[in-house]
Nanobody
Framework: VQLVESGGGSVQAGGSLRLSCAASGFAASDGCMGWFRQSPGKEREGVASLDSDGSTSYADFVKGRFTISRDKTKNTLYLDMNNLNSEDTSMYYC??????????????????????RGQGTQVSVSS
């Protein structure tokens, strides 16, 4: 089971990025997955979650700016990030529960505790 994130980079405030998370070894098209972020010296923050039925959950600080989605044919999870600001600067990780479940029972809040996670992709936003 492996998750590999990509798409991070450096952008100016107000810019956009699309993060991708390619899953192998299990069907990312099935079940709960999500994104969390963590910066050095800061606590892990759940960002967004996606259920098997397409239901989504977002942290207040990204609501209206970020969109989580997946392409089942590519077994890939995405995070579209718009109107970025300096507070969004962080390492972003995609994650999944140890066993496939249809619903993220705790929404975005639980994503940071999922045991299956990638190596992360860095997002840096300059003001």
């Amino acid at each position: 089971v492996q998750l590999v994130e990509s798409g991070g980079g450096s952008v100016q405030a107000g810019g956009s990025l699309r993060l991708s998370c390619a899953a192998s070894g299990f069907a990312a098209s099935d079940g709960c997955m999500g994104w969390f972020r963590q910066s050095p010296g800061k606590e892990r923050e759940g960002v967004a979650s996606l259920d098997s039925d397409g239901s989504t959950s977002y942290a207040d600080f990204v609501k209206g700016r970020f969109t989580i989605s997946r392409d089942k044919t590519k077994n890939t999870l995405y995070l579209d990030m718009n109107n970025l600001n300096s507070e969004d600067t962080s390492m972003y990780y995609c994650a999944a529960p140890a066993l496939p479940v249809p619903t993220c029972s705790s929404g975005y809040r639980g994503v940071g505790d999922f045991p299956i996670r990638g190596q992360g992709t860095q997002v840096s936003v300059s003001s």
